[in-house]
Nanobody, 127 residues
Framework: QVQLVESGGGLVQAGGSLRLSCVAS????????MGWFRQAPGKEREFVAA????????YYTTSVKGRFTISRDNAKNSTYLQMNSLKPEDTAVYYC????????????????????WGQGTQVTVSS
């Protein structure tokens, strides 16, 4: 049973920073891509960032490029999302996710490609 547990959310003022963490258990972490997604109240869940199994390739949605950085530490079965210059529109529940198998390049940014999800962590950015 694959389990993903996020942490690091909270309340921060606009312009501030947060670092989200996601710890995986239940299988070989280093073999799979990882993704971060978010869902704001009244909106659909959306892609934020993803990282390939090797860590060599990262993907970002346009609105977070230059502000957010995804990384992974396979020795700790963990992936991270460093969020800088936060804006009120970044307010959402943030989820980490993992696929059952390998992903194509295009699949890294698509929600249906991910099979395992964490419980989410709330990020609130005040203006």
């Amino acid at each position: 049973q694959v389990q993903l547990v996020e942490s690091g959310g909270g309340l921060v003022q606009a312009g501030g920073s947060l670092r989200l963490s996601c710890v995986a258990s239940g299988r070989t972490f280093r073999s799979y891509a990882m993704g971060w997604f978010r869902q704001a109240p009244g909106k659909e869940r959306e892609f934020v960032a993803a990282i390939s199994w090797s860590g060599d390739t990262t993907y970002y949605t346009t609105s977070v490029k230059g502000r957010f950085t995804i990384s992974r530490d396979n020795a700790k079965n963990s992936t991270y999302l460093q969020m800088n210059s936060l804006k009120p529109e970044d307010t959402a529940v943030y989820y980490c996710a993992a696929p059952k198998g390998a992903l194509t390049t295009v699949q890294h940014i698509h929600i249906p490609a991910y099979d395992y999800w964490g419980q989410g962590t709330q990020v609130t950015v005040s203006s």
